[in-house]
């Protein structure tokens, strides 16, 4: 079995977007706080959840840019010895 770096990458890319298009969902179907006070409705807590998922889903995003720089650098390094 060929795991390479890139391949980790983009699975991992994948991966953040799930999350965040699920974090983003969640967050969307929330209900709206009427006034500054807020409705009875409204539960601030209920955003922390999807909140902490959306910034892990940018940290994960991060990492997986910054595993695809490296393989390039990688690749890169290899066909500069083969030259």
Known sequence: MNISLSTSANTLI???????ADAAQT??????QKDEVGSAE???TDLIKPVLSLKG?????KIAAKM?????AATGSLLDIRA
């Open 42 to 44: 409204y539960n601030a």
């Open 27 to 32: 967050i969307a179907a929330l209900p709206i």
């Open 68 to 72: 695809l720089e490296t393989d390039k």
């Open 57 to 61: 889903a940018e940290l994960e995003a």
């Open 14 to 20: 994948n991966h953040a977007q799930r999350k965040s």
